[in-house]
């Protein structure tokens, strides 16, 4: 989890559910275990708990670290 400089912004990322197994890549090859589920990013306004945009797409299988810039 991240603040905005600003103290309004935070930004959380998922983790993805346990492991695949071979049932439920069947028919798709070993490659799908190794890739894993995509997994987003959330950037929320801490006043509302309204979600302000959603990352997705680039990240596999967990968000470990997120910071925000200095200068936000």
């Known amino acids: 989890m991240a ?3 600003d103290g ?5 990322g998922q983790m ?5 197994t071979d049932k439920t890549v069947k ?3 070993r490659q799908a275990l190794k ?3 995509l997994v987003d990013v959330f950037i929320w306004k801490s006043s509302t708990r309204e979600v ?3 990352i997705s797409g ?13 200068k936000g």
């Open 3 to 5: 603040m905005h400089p």
């Open 16 to 20: 993805a559910g346990k492991a695949l």
């Open 35 to 37: 890739q894993g589920k």
């Open 58 to 70: 680039f990240q596999r299988r967990a968000i470990s670290q997120l910071a925000f810039s200095p």
């Open 8 to 12: 309004d912004l935070v930004a959380t």
């Open 27 to 29: 028919g798709k090859g």
């Open 52 to 54: 302000v945009a959603k």
